[in-house]
């Protein structure tokens, strides 16, 4: 059987259906209007500030363990939903998952608040099709390679290009999820989602303290600073992974390995072999390198919940390395 990262790389054969016709997965369709464009600028500056004022603040009146808890938690919560969900599941195919895991994943990954799950999928595919050349969504080297070019280039990576008006045809990238009618009912509801992401910390943060303060400072941390921190941590993987990193295994662009962007990215920086083993379920193959994602993925295996989980073998791994040049004679 065709994954679908395989699927994505090949040539399309026709035309795309016409997007009219076809059933919108997202409220925005395939080109993003001044409302949505608003709408973004928002999610992203606003987090980001609290993000800013989370140091100061924190050393004015510290945090509690309340709030920690809760920010941590959540962090993870969507972060794993969009590593696990998002992008192995949804995007690759690195596992197979029953219908209450599927559903689920599609909601924890939605709370990360990146964006309705199907344009993220679209995007994802597309990057991989055209990974670091000319149609990549969102490469890092698109001005060059010069110092002034790639700092340009790194900016676009991070986020400049999710403000790009033209958007990722998503019959064509992700037609797979267009056809599920649960599916593209979550994706849909992506403002749903973000609610129900901001408004949970400070609904348990207010009723375990039972004050209003409660509540107020589990927004700050574990709504506001949790979803900057997700963002930038998740962006990272688009700008600064393509730009660093080591390169242990053979990849058509220039995906590296970033260590220290392990833990917060959930596995997801060992970015080289993702790049040379699209599907693999685990990224981090190499002894010391955490992912957990790739943990609970086995747990989910182990559990049931999970089936046909495309775990790398010694055998694939080693195909994929790089091979350094004989030295001259």
């Not at 970033?258 to 080289?272: I, K, P, T």
Request: aromatic share 12%; charged share 20%; with cysteine.
């Amino acid at each position: 059987m065709t994954s679908t990262s395989e699927m994505i790389d090949e040539k399309p054969r026709t035309s795309p259906p016409d997007s009219a016709s076809a059933p919108s997965a997202t409220l925005g369709g395939d080109r993003k209007g001044t409302v949505e464009q608003l709408a973004l600028l928002l999610f992203i500056v606003v987090p980001f500030l609290a993000l800013l004022a989370a140091v100061p603040l924190a050393w004015g009146w510290g945090v509690s363990w309340l709030d920690l808890g809760l920010m941590v938690s959540f962090y993870f919560l969507g972060c794993h939903g969009i590593t696990i969900g998002f992008h192995r599941y949804f995007t690759h195919g690195s596992f197979k998952a029953k219908r209450p895991l599927r559903i689920a994943l599609a909601i924890a990954g939605s709370m990360a608040v990146e964006g309705p799950l199907v344009r993220w999928v679209a995007d994802h595919r597309k990057h991989h099709r055209f990974s670091d050349a000319e149609g990549d969504p969102h490469s890092p080297w698109k001005y060059g390679e010069t110092v002034p070019a790639l700092l340009k280039g790194l900016w676009w990576a991070h986020m400049a290009w999710m403000f790009d008006e033209e958007q990722t045809p998503q019959q064509k990238y992700a037609p797979d999820l267009i056809k599920d009618p649960a599916i593209r009912r979550i994706s849909r509801q992506f403002v749903l989602w973000t609610v129900v992401s901001l408004a949970l910390p400070p609904l348990i943060g207010g009723l375990v303290t039972m004050s209003w303060w409660g509540a107020f400072t589990a927004f700050f941390w574990a709504s506001l600073v949790r979803v900057a921190l997700l963002h930038h941590v998740t962006w990272s993987i688009n700008s600064i992974c393509h730009a660093v990193g080591k390169r242990p295994f053979k990849s058509r662009d220039r995906s590296g390995n970033v260590w220290w962007l392990a833990v917060l990215s959930c596995g997801e920086s060992w970015h080289n072999l993702h790049h040379a083993d699209p599907t693999s379920a685990r990224h981090g193959v190499q002894r010391g390198q955490i992912d957990s994602s790739a943990r609970i993925i086995r747990w989910c295996e182990q559990l049931g919940w999970a089936h046909d989980v495309r775990w790398p073998s010694a055998s694939r791994i080693e195909s994929r390395r790089q091979r350094k040049s004989a030295d001259p004679a």
